[in-house]
């Protein structure tokens, strides 16, 4: 765990943010931060993911090091990261950012960032068909919660297309039958566009052939999933959240993804075709990285 010491040089909003987010070893740094201290997480053990927020400007010496962090998702504010910041880890990270400063920083240090095809992920994790219900996955790949009017707590993933092999980052907004997701930035946005053959978002509506589901896979942190994507943006009320992401080129708009069990928020029914997609996103692994 993280040492008790450390904790000491934040401010107590990050104790509360450790405590909600403890089932899945998350740690989101909220926007009321500037910097991450010298040794903020050095030696931290049973930490899974970190999430830096918007006004974190730099990463001190040793943040990282010793840690078992996997993944970390750097807002494009940081600009300074020091040399030894992710040092001795236990794990080989991955970074996800849309600041050329870090991805230049990764690649300088040897660090994994924004992979864009999935090769090693795929290789190396055991991919799963999670109950929605039954399973460990709804902690894991956990809903945002905020306070103040800002967003302290979020789960990014990335979500790889089986169709077109295109892969972008999401992070899940909320939902509780099935994850209504939504692209991180503009650039996953056009991303998922190019899945579904478009230019712009609004151009893909409830017709054919938007409305298929489509079989994907699913990473968050170290876990692999086999899921289903609903991709035709819609409003479920979030439009009026002032947390969703403005700058993503969706404005509060969601899409739905779905896994073993899960159900429709109106009709409370499981869907045969999402439940198809699913076993072809599995199928589709097991073929060509079953173990």
């Excluded at 927020?53 to 990463?59: A, D, K, L, P, V």
């Excluded at 993944?71 to 080989?92: H, K, P, R």
């Excluded at 095809?117 to 905020?146: H, L, P």
């Excluded at 159900?263 to 409370?268: C, F």
Aim: proline letters at 4%.
């Amino acid at each position: 765990m993280i040492p008790l010491k450390r904790l000491l040089w934040l401010v107590p909003a990050l104790l509360i943010l450790l405590i909600a987010s403890a089932c899945a070893d998350t740690v989101t740094i909220p926007s009321g931060l500037t910097e991450i201290p010298e040794g903020m997480f050095d030696g931290s053990s049973g930490l899974d993911r970190v999430v830096i927020g918007s006004n974190i400007t730099s990463i001190g010496s040793r943040a990282f090091a010793g840690s078992s962090v996997a993944t970390v998702s750097i807002a494009d504010s940081v600009t300074y990261i020091a040399d030894d910041a992710f040092d001795d880890l236990q794990n080989d990270v991955i970074v996800y950012t849309a600041s050329t400063y870090v991805s230049n920083y990764c690649e300088d240090h040897g660090i994994i960032c924004n992979p864009s095809d999935m090769e090693a992920a795929f290789a190396k994790y055991t991919c799963v068909k999670a109950d929605w219900w039954n399973s460990d996955i709804q902690g894991i790949f956990f809903q945002r919660t905020t306070s103040g009017g800002y967003t302290v707590s979020e789960c990014v993933a990335q979500v790889y297309d089986i169709w077109t092999g295109l892969t972008y980052t999401i992070r899940r907004v909320g939902g509780d039958n099935h994850a209504d997701i939504e692209p991180y930035t503009k650039e996953d946005t056009a991303i998922l566009c190019q899945t579904q053959g478009v230019s712009d978002p609004s151009q893909i509506d409830a017709g054919t052939p938007y409305y298929k589901r489509r079989p994907c896979l699913l990473l968050v942190g170290t876990h692999l999933y086999a899921c289903s994507m609903y991709a035709v943006p819609h409003d479920p009320g979030y439009r009026s959240d002032a947390n969703h992401l403005l700058n993503n080129g969706l404005n509060g708009y969601v899409m739905c993804l779905w896994f073993v069990n899960s159900k429709g928020h109106g009709s409370g029914k499981t869907d045969s075709d999402h439940a198809a997609a699913i076993n072809t996103a599995y199928n589709w692994w097991l073929t060509k990285y079953g173990k």
